[in-house]
């Protein structure tokens, strides 16, 4: 059975950092690749970043771009999302989510992801 894991959401004043992780268990992922979304009050649920497991290739949205870090750690199953000066937009419910490699997959969409946590809430104070 498939678990992801977030932790790493917090209150924090604008300006400031925080690291969210994600636990993955369950399988073996070298055939996935492991997003991060985040869902905002009253929005959609929006592509943040996204890392191939295999190979690490990464992806950003680009409203993020510069400030926002995806990594992973094999060795603990672990995806990354470091988030750099926190502003008050950034307020959302953030999840992790496994999506298998497929030909052709453009994994920006949320349709595309298998697994999903369930949410670590990040709330950027001004």
């Known amino acids: 059975q498939v678990q992801l894991v977030e932790s790493g959401g917090g209150l924090v004043q604008a300006g400031g950092s925080l690291r969210l992780s994600c636990a993955a268990s369950g399988r073996t992922f070298s055939s996935y690749v492991l997003g991060w979304f985040r869902q905002a009050p009253g929005k959609e649920r929006e592509f943040v970043a996204a890392v191939s497991w295999r190979v690490s290739t990464i992806y950003y949205a680009d409203s993020v771009k510069g400030r926002l870090t995806i990594s992973r750690d094999n060795a603990k199953n672990t995806v990354y999302l470091q988030i750099n000066s926190l502003k008050p937009e950034d307020t959302a419910v953030y999840y992790c989510?496994?999506?298998?490699?497929?030909?052709?997959?453009?994994?920006?969409?949320?349709?595309?992801?298998?697994?999903w946590g369930q949410g670590t809430q990040v709330t950027v104070s001004s």
């Open positions: 989510a496994a999506a298998r490699v497929r030909t052709g997959s453009y994994y920006g969409s949320s349709r595309n992801y298998d697994y």
